[in-house]
């Protein structure tokens, strides 16, 4: 009877002690082993060499550590996937918590969102691991999308990785040229190398090359004839000369003359304006002057007239002294 009870009571303690091991590992996994402030983000990508425990970074130092990887099917199951949600819940969700001691002043999250903070999976040299990185980018270029289901924690979004950019550049450019008709371009190609062919060796080319050849034999003609080292040094000993020596000392004479007339030239002309005026002055007292005496020289005339044709009817009067009385008088 009592080995039963030992026997029980052992039971129950090792039963307690299971319950209590697996209630200090179930808070071990919890917010105790992972100090921080809690975020989650999506990726639509693969996430390969990511894990519990990668490091989280922001612009190279270590702020956190990733806490959970998984689907997003697994932690937000929906009731029934409409299909503009297809692409959606196939994304990857990864958590992590981040060190406010590491962060240092944290602002307000969501305006960090808005400012282009994103989440981006960065490789961790050849090794094949990877780790997280957070960084400001353009907020345009990988804009917020939304989800259909309530987050756990805070959501920091996503932008893809430098190599899946890479490979989606890669993919756009084969998909272009696989749209176009490589055929239609070498045909083109052809042709065209055929009508450069055809104008440089008959054409329009042609013609110019030779017409060039011809300008420039008949350059090379005139200038071996012109004896341009000749002529060059005819003109240096003309610029040298005492020829132009003394016209360029003259020349500089004659502008200090100028400059000097040019100088004088605002006097001579009031001078001169005072003298007209002056003259204006002479003639008015000169016309006041004549005006009697031209009279005085009209009445004058006037008299010798009338004499003169007294002397044409009467000759005697001169001799006489008076003229002779009408005819009616006798």
């Known amino acids: 009877m009592d080995n039963k009870r030992a026997a029980f009571r052992v039971g129950l303690f090792t039963l307690a002690g299971i319950a209590s091991l697996l209630a200090l590992v179930f808070f071990l996994s919890g917010s105790a082993l992972h100090p921080g402030i809690p975020f989650e983000t999506y990726f639509q990508e693969s996430v390969q060499g990511l894990d519990v425990g990668t490091e989280v970074k ?8 990733v806490t959970d990887v998984g689907l997003v099917t697994a932690e937000y199951p ?19 918590r981040v060190d406010p001691k590491k962060l240092g002043h944290v ?17 961790q040299g050849i ?15 990988y804009p917020v999308t939304p989800v259909p289901w309530t987050p756990d924690s805070t959501v920091i979004p996503s932008m893809p990785s430098t190599l ?43 013609q110019a090359i030779a017409n060039a050849n011809i300008l420039l034999n008949n350059l090379n003609t005139a200038v071996n004839k012109a004896d341009l080292p000749a002529t060059s040094a005819s003109i240096r000993n003309l610029a040298g000369g005492p020829q132009t020596t003394q016209i360029l000392a003259q020349l500089n004479q004659t502008t200090a003359q100028l400059s000097k007339v040019s100088a004088e030239l605002p006097a001579l002309v009031a001078q001169s304006q005072a003298t007209i005026n002056q003259a204006d002055e002479t003639t008015a007292d000169l016309q006041a002057s004549l005006g009697p005496i031209l009279q005085d020289l009209k009445t004058t005339t006037a008299n010798l007239r009338e004499l003169t044709d007294s002397l ?8 006489d002294g008076a003229a002779p009385p009408p005819e009616g008088d006798h």
């Open 127 to 141: 090794t094949g691991l990877a780790y997280v990185e957070l960084s400001f980018v353009n907020p345009q270029q």
């Open 107 to 123: 602002d307000d999250i969501q305006q960090a969102v808005n400012r282009g903070l994103r989440v981006q999976i960065a490789p």
């Open 78 to 96: 929906p009731d029934n996937i409409k299909d503009e949600n297809q692409k959606v819940y196939q994304l990857v969700v990864v958590r992590f």
């Open 164 to 206: 899946t950019q890479v490979q989606d550049a890669i993919e756009n450019l084969m998909s272009s040229l696989s749209k176009v008709d490589a055929g239609k371009i070498v045909t083109q190609f052809s042709d065209l190398l055929a009508t450069l062919d055809q104008e440089v060796t008959s054409g329009d080319a042609h």
């Open 58 to 65: 922001f612009r190279g130092v270590t702020i956190g550590k």
């Open 312 to 319: 044409k009817h009467n000759p005697a009067q001169v001799l």
